[in-house]
């Protein structure tokens, strides 16, 4: 059972409703922003890789499990 | 022990592992967020000293909570990065600063606003809320610090040897109430003996104490992927798993 007897009652809290609000309002923003930027970043990044031509020279990066990049090319 | 560091240490391995973990902890945090606050905002009964205003205790104590263990993270991966130079820890030490920054912001703005009703003050300058600050330039000095350097390897060894140093302040964060006089009541909940705190306010807490980790892991793996995708554009082991 919900503990208010309306949804007013529960907007308002008995005059604590503006600070208990406004505290989930902020963490619930954060929450979303610290969700959201990395996302954007990742998209983005797999955008960009995706777009570019195909990897292998000058790979300083390559996974050395998977062999060097100019030998598979060749 | 050392089994898990190198799994982890493998920046293929763990790209896999953490686009299939996010996969899943992200519903479930989120699933777990919305009932935490639901049950604590409307379903909990109030507090007969401090009446409604008491509600915020269900996204402060998580947040300061998930910030303090935060930190702890952030200096093990600055251990590791400094004495086995594995470079995934490095990201992970980069990952952690800003979701932990984000967290100690959370924790400090609505335990201002709590304090408002309550204390009749926004701020005071209690042991408390003073070492959650110094945490909070803590954690924004590792973010300032990795960009202020060129070279990465500097920039990580810097962080590292800022993280641990901070870890001094942790303790004192967890203690502060007992040793100094403060306006922050002693622990409620306890892992030995009665927990202060009434089962109707402590299931919604701990719901949310369990949302706020899960958070926590979630974008820190998120924001370590994103590093790894900006990182590693031409390796072809990325390719592979985008594609």
């Not at chain 1, 503006?18 to 996302?39: G, K």
């Not at chain 2, 490095?90 to 009703?117: H, N, Q, S, Y």
């Amino acid at each position: 059972m919900m503990y208010f007897d309306s949804l007013n009652a529960a907007w308002d809290m008995a005059g604590h409703g503006p600070y208990v609000w406004s505290a989930y309002a902020i963490t619930m923003a954060v929450v979303a922003s610290l969700i959201i930027l990395p996302h954007r970043r990742a998209r983005r990044a797999q955008q960009l890789l995706v777009q570019a031509p195909s990897a292998g020279a000058g790979d300083a990066n390559q996974d050395p499990t998977t062999g060097g990049g100019n030998a598979s090319q060749a | 022990m050392w089994k898990i560091i190198h799994k982890f240490g493998s920046p293929p391995w763990f790209f896999r592992f953490a686009t299939k973990a996010v996969q899943w902890l992200l519903p479930l945090m989120l699933i777990a967020l919305v009932v935490g606050c639901v049950w604590g905002l409307l379903y909990a009964p109030p507090d007969f000293r401090q009446g409604n205003s008491y509600r915020i205790i269900f996204i402060h104590v998580p947040a300061a909570v998930v910030a303090l263990a935060g930190y702890y993270v952030m200096a093990f991966a600055g251990l590791v990065s400094l004495v086995w130079k594995i470079k995934m820890a490095d990201v992970a030490m980069r990952a952690v600063a800003p979701v932990g920054a984000a967290l100690t912001f959370v924790a400090l703005v609505t335990g201002a606003i709590w304090g408002k009703p309550t204390w009749g003050a926004w701020w005071v300058w209690d042991a408390r809320i003073t070492s959650m600050l110094i945490l909070l330039f803590l954690y924004l000095g590792v973010v300032a610090l990795f960009e202020a350097y060129e070279n990465p390897e500097v920039a990580a060894k810097a962080c590292a040897v800022l993280s641990l140093v901070g870890t001094v302040n942790i303790p004192i964060i967890y203690k502060s109430v007992d040793w100094w006089y403060s306006l922050h009541q002693p622990a409620s909940i306890k892992f030995t003996g009665e927990s202060a705190i009434d089962a109707s306010m402590l299931y919604p807490l701990l719901v949310n104490i369990g949302a706020f980790y899960l958070l926590f892991a979630v974008v820190v793996m998120m924001n370590m992927r994103a590093t790894l995708l900006e990182t590693h554009s031409n390796a072809a082991w990325l390719r592979e798993a985008v594609e």
